[in-house]
């Protein structure tokens, strides 16, 4: 079964409005989760590293006040995309490790479908 | 068949057939692979990985092969199934950074046909 459970999956939302997506570790705490951005046919893109109890890291060029990400359980991380746009449609997915060094795996999400209108 | 990722983003294969995924990495710093399968509309599923002291690893069906010397790394799928079908990616975790931080190749579409 899943381990990584991502909410909602589909999401159509008006130009303006924001939206937020979940993302939660089921049996395991995940100190550290990631966001990622993927456009159709395209591959996935690291937005931000989530990092529980402290801000999170973006990655070059994705706009921090746009997308805030909140992480404050073990289990849960939180993506809210803000005034939302037509340009912000897209496919995002977290990911959490599981693990401990090199014995670390990442699990994904289902994946959230955002169409704004 | 064979695809080459940043050529030829896609494979057409027959049921039956071994397929044979490449990608190319450009960060020698890289040292854990991973190969991921992502049907339409869900997230990437864990198919196999390796790390940088191996240069082969086999699973069920699945073999990845990594030459660091290039690198280059491939899947080889055996039996191609019509379940199969989807997009593969190859993805790597720099030495150093978080474990689970991955960055992704450019993906190839592999198809099955029955």
């Known amino acids: 079964g899943a381990v990584v459970s991502q909410h909602p999956s589909r999401v159509i939302c008006k130009s303006g409005t924001s939206v937020k997506i979940e993302c939660r570790s089921l049996?395991?705490?995940?100190?550290?989760m990631f966001w990622y951005r993927q456009f159709p046919k395209k591959s996935l893109m690291l937005m931000a590293t989530?990092?529980?109890?402290?801000?999170?890291?973006?990655e070059q060029g994705v706009e921090k006040d746009k997308f805030l990400i909140n992480h404050a359980s073990l289990t849960l991380s939180t993506l809210t995309v803000t005034s939302a746009h037509p340009e912000d449609s897209s496919f995002y997915i977290c990911?959490?490790?599981?693990?401990?060094?090199?014995?670390?795996?990442?699990?994904f999400g289902q994946g959230t479908r955002l169409t704004v209108v | 068949g064979e695809s080459v990722g940043l050529h030829l983003p896609t494979l057409s294969v027959q049921e039956g057939d071994n397929s044979i995924i490449n990608c190319a990495y450009s960060?020698?710093?890289?040292?854990?692979f991973i190969w991921y399968k992502q049907e339409s509309g869900k997230g990437p599923q864990f198919i196999i990985d390796?790390?940088?002291?191996?240069d082969k690893r086999q699973g069920q069906r699945v073999t990845v092969l990594l030459n660091k010397t290039v690198k280059h790394l491939s899947l080889q799928i055996a039996a191609t199934q019509p379940g199969d079908s989807a997009v593969y990616f190859c993805?790597?975790?720099?030495?150093?950074?978080?474990?689970?931080?991955?960055?992704f190749g450019q993906g190839t579409i592999l198809t099955v046909h029955p």
């Open positions: 990911s959490a490790p599981r693990g401990v060094n090199t014995n670390t795996e990442a699990f």
């Open positions: 049996d395991f705490q995940a100190t550290t």
């Open positions: 989530s990092n529980e109890g402290s801000k999170a890291t973006y």
């Open positions: 960060n020698s710093a890289s040292d854990y």
């Open positions: 390796i790390r940088s002291n191996m």
């Open positions: 993805a790597e975790n720099q030495s150093g950074t978080s474990y689970g931080k991955l960055t």
